[in-house]
């Protein structure tokens, strides 16, 4: 595939998991495809069956925008800097950045690895008074060493 086939390929893919298509997004992959995230490694359609399916009940309203060098294609990669909206479904609105790198074989993604930004999730979902205090004290502590 072309580096724009790849795009287009990309951007068809992003526009079945903004709509939450179980099955469509799953046609993207190849029977072994693999999926690293923070919540695991998932291997094989079942197993993404399973996570996709996870997913959307979990985070049912997203979508994404490009940030920084957005889609870059080389050779049969891809990656993709974003940011991930939505709203939890106790209405509390949330944005992470973050980082996907696909592998392409044979016109279907044989891996794709994504990399978000774990703060920025914490900070957004804590809800209670402790909660807060407790991620807000790790953020705090984190960026100290920073400086």
Excluded at 23 to 29: A, I, Q, R
Excluded at 94 to 116: A, W
Aim: charged share 35%; with cysteine; hydrophobic share 40%.
């Amino acid at each position: 595939m072309s580096e724009r086939e790849l795009e287009s390929f990309l951007r068809d893919f992003g526009k079945a998991w903004v709509e939450r298509d179980v099955e469509k997004m799953l046609s993207f992959f190849a029977e072994d495809g693999v999926f690293v995230s923070r919540d695991g490694t998932f291997k094989g359609k079942e197993e993404l069956r399973r996570f996709w399916t996870w997913d959307v009940k979990v985070n049912p309203n997203v979508k994404y925008r490009d940030a920084g060098v957005g889609i870059v294609v080389k050779g049969n990669k891809i990656f993709h800097e974003l940011i991930v909206e939505g709203v939890t479904p106790d209405g509390r609105k949330f944005e992470i950045p973050g980082m996907d790198v696909y592998e392409i074989s044979d016109g279907k993604i044989q891996q794709k690895r994504s990399f978000y930004d774990g703060l920025s999730i914490a900070k957004q979902c804590a809800k209670g008074w402790l909660e807060k205090t407790i991620i807000n004290a790790v953020v705090n502590r984190m960026e100290k060493g920073l400086h």
